[in-house]
């Protein structure tokens, strides 16, 4: 069974633009879930998707944003790149609710704006 | 208010010796799970171990065990046996059954650090 995977690997980009990184979840699972993780700090949640709904958005501005496809496959999009907004992103996906399956981690994308 | 709480940013422990990552957390609901993640300084989150809510004991994966106290909320990681290969960060998440899907919570994170 393939994993999340999550693509690019790694992203450079320049103040001001954009940066689109995208995630597909374990076959199955409904759910996707975006994280943040600055150098060094704890994972700080960015959004939540299920059944191509946003079902909750973490506290963070509007220039994140993003959307799951009908094939539950997501993307996570970020308008006027900051310096600040370099960080590593996690994407995971997991199965319905009441299954008791864990959260699956894709190996994230490592963004990087100069 | 933070719902998933742990208290203490590094560690250090000797190799072979055991040592226990504490977790606690914040919910009124009856029905939610406990995880453990590591996360090498490569980045991927490894799952470690699952704890429910109704589950009665506590749960073990080779030499990692969660030790669950419901009525204090806490769920706390025991590694026995530290290996070299265990210095990483570990975080202790929740996850919360609402009614429209399920949540996960992190908590901030212990860096363990394993000493030769």
């Known amino acids: 069974e393939a994993g999340v995977t999550q693509s690019p690997t790694h992203l450079i980009k320049t103040r001001g633009q954009q940066a689109t990184l995208r995630c597909s979840p374990i076959s199955g699972h409904t759910s996707v879930y975006w994280y943040q993780q600055a150098l060094g700090l704890g994972l700080q949640f960015l959004l939540w998707?299920?059944?191509?709904?946003?079902?909750n958005r973490g506290n963070f501005p509007p220039r994140f944003s993003g959307r799951q496809f009908p094939n539950y496959s997501s993307e996570l999009n970020v308008n006027a790149l900051e310096l600040e907004d370099s960080a590593l992103y996690l994407c995971?996906?997991?199965?319905?609710?009441?299954?008791?399956?864990?959260?699956?981690f894709g190996n994230g994308t490592r963004l990087t704006v100069t | 208010a933070q719902k998933i709480t742990q208290t203490q940013p590094g560690m250090f422990v000797q190799e072979k010796e055991a040592v226990t990552l504490d977790c606690t957390y914040d919910?009124?609901?009856?029905?939610?799970?406990l995880f453990w993640y590591k996360q090498p300084s490569s980045g991927e989150m490894i799952f470690l171990i699952y704890q429910g809510s109704y589950d009665e004991q506590n749960a073990t994966e080779g030499r990692y065990s969660l030790n669950f106290q419901k009525a204090r909320k806490s769920a706390n990681l025991v590694i026995s046996a530290s290996q070299l290969g265990d210095s990483a960060m570990y975080f202790c998440a929740m996850r919360e059954d609402l009614n429209y899907g399920q949540n996960f919570v992190f908590g901030p994170g212990t860096r363990l650090s394993v000493l030769p």
């Open positions: 998707y299920d059944e191509g709904e946003e079902r």
């Open positions: 995971a996906s997991s199965g319905r609710s009441g299954d008791n399956s864990p959260l699956h």
């Open positions: 919910t009124s609901d009856q029905s939610y799970g």
